[in-house]
C-alpha cells in the first residue's frame, strides 16, 4: 500500500521533476565493534532520501567549475532503533558523488549531516553533544547501485557499521 501511494504522486500527479528520486532503504545488518550486552542489531530501520535532479546546483559560484558541480545533493528522514532499543529520528541533508560502474551501475560516496533524536535516559550520554536531547551528526555511505536497487555500508563512528538495502522511485 505504502508503495502505491509514492508511486502514483510521481508519476500521476507530476510531483517531482524529471530526474529526481526517492530512495526507500531498511538496514539488513549490524555490527557493534566492541559489543555491550545492552546493544541492539537489529535497527529495524525505514530510511527515505529525496535526491534532486541534477539541474540543482547548491553553494555553486556562477562561471567557476566546483567539485560541487558534481553532487548529486540530497534531503532525507530516517526512524530505527539505537544501539539501546530506543526509537531514534535523524533529519538530514546531504551530498552523493557518483562513480559509474558501467551503464546501469555506480558507485558512490555520500555525506550526510543532521540531528539526531532519540537517545534518552540513561543512554543520553552515549553520543557527543546530546544535551538537549537532540545531537548534531554527520555519516558517511559508501554504496553500489545497479538500476533501481542499492546495497550501502554505513560506518557509524566508532561505534558499528550498518549494511541497508533501497530501491528507488522515480
Avoid at 537489529?42 to 556562477?62: A, G, M, T
Avoid at 550498518?162 to 522511485?169: I, L, Q, R, T
Wanted: with cysteine.
Amino acid at each position: 500500500m505504502l508503495c502505491l501511494i509514492l508511486i502514483n504522486p510521481v508519476h500521476a500527479n507530476g510531483i517531482f521533476t524529471d530526474g529526481d528520486e526517492l530512495l526507500l532503504q531498511t538496514s539488513l545488518w549490524t555490527k557493534h565493534y566492541n559489543p555491550e550486552p545492552d546493544h541492539n542489531n537489529h535497527q529495524k530501520l525505514f530510511n527515505l532520501e529525496y535526491y534532486f535532479n541534477d539541474e540543482v546546483k547548491l553553494f555553486v559560484v556562477p562561471n567557476q567549475a566546483s567539485w560541487r558541480d558534481d553532487v548529486r545533493w540530497l534531503a532525507g528522514a530516517a526512524t530505527f532503533k539505537n544501539s539501546y532499543d530506543q526509537q531514534t529520528l535523524y533529519l538530514y541533508g546531504g551530498g552523493r558523488y557518483d562513480y559509474d560502474l558501467g551503464e546501469n551501475t555506480k558507485a558512490y560516496a555520500k555525506l550526510t549531516a543532521g540531528l539526531l533524536y532519540g537517545y534518552r535516559g540513561e543512554y543520553r550520554d552515549k553520543i557527543p553533544l546530546n544535551d538537549l536531547g537532540v545531537a548534531p551528526v554527520i555519516l558517511p555511505a559508501f554504496g553500489v547501485q545497479h538500476r533501481r536497487v542499492n546495497l550501502e555500508v554505513v560506518p557509524f563512528a566508532a561505534a558499528g557499521v550498518m549494511v541497508n538495502a533501497g530501491f528507488y522511485f522515480r
